[in-house]
């Protein structure tokens, strides 16, 4: 399966039509995930202004062309997540959203396919399980017909899940012991092509975070981020501070939205 691991060359995916990119191994830049918050308009459901969309395209065009950009996507609102918490590798807690920001300080993600929401959190529980203790969220991928950039596939396809697996004391500590690669590999097996990319991060005290009232740089650790994730660009860079400034941009595109930008390790 596709893996964010190590630094990354590009290759496109089709999807009826529409594309993702997906990293694969290569090369030996550092990777670091930019992820933008959910404001207001989001939540509410709203698309994004035709404006935004068309400079984050051109912006995304340009950056896959100079090799910067390796994947990406957007998440619809809570009303379209779950939220889950895993005690002993027990399912203790399943919270369907609607709902507020609360622990969104992020230690790893993966990327699956399902035909429902259901069934992708029946496979996140998985994930979860092999977590041991752990809080997780699924939420449903924005695709590109979603906003009007495609049309949509008249065939019936899988959709597009987001698992983000939360920071915990141990992992900012740099103590985590997760590993999940033989439940990727279950899930893989299980159903070939179901696991689209998976990453690991580093503790936030290796990321940056633009803040979006005053638009200035924060240097990590963060004690907290109660702001949900609205989506995220995996790019390839020299370092910190080249990711700072790409992401800049990606956040000026957004105008006002609280922008992190974390190292991904595995």
């Known amino acids: 399966m596709p893996r964010a691991k190590g630094a990354v060359k590009g290759r496109m995916v089709s999807r009826g039509g529409a594309a993702s990119i997906v990293a694969v191994v290569g090369g030996e830049q550092m990777r670091f995930m930019v992820m933008h918050k959910v404001d207001a308009k989001m939540e509410a459901g709203e698309k994004p202004a035709q404006g935004i969309v068309e400079r984050m395209g051109k912006y995304v065009g340009e950056s896959i062309e100079k090799g910067v950009f390796k994947d990406g996507a957007g998440l619809h609102g809570s009303a379209q997540r779950v939220r889950m918490v895993f005690e002993g590798g027990k399912r203790v807690s399943v919270q369907k959203g609607p709902y507020e920001g609360r622990n969104e300080l992020l230690a790893g993600f993966a990327m699956i396919q399902a035909w429902s929401i259901d069934e992708a959190v029946e496979k996140a529980t998985k994930i979860g399980a092999a977590c041991g203790n752990a809080e997780l969220e699924v939420g449903l991928v924005v695709e590109p017909w979603d906003i009007g950039i495609v049309a949509k596939p008249e065939d019936e396809m899988p959709k597009r899940y987001l698992v983000f697996r939360k920071a915990d004391r141990a992992f900012e500590g740099g103590n985590d012991e997760v590993r999940l690669d033989g439940v990727y590999q279950q899930l893989g097996d299980e159903e070939p092509g179901s696991v689209i990319s998976v990453g ?27 702001e949900m994730v609205a989506g995220y660009s995996i790019i390839e860079v020299a370092g910190l501070e080249e990711a700072k400034r790409w992401a800049e941009a990606y956040g000026d595109i957004l105008v006002d939205n609280e922008v992190d930008v974390r190292e991904v390790v595995g």
């Open 200 to 226: 690991t991060l580093a503790p936030s005290k290796r990321g940056a975070r633009l803040t979006k009232a005053e638009r200035r740089w924060m240097d990590g650790p963060f004690a907290e981020s109660k």
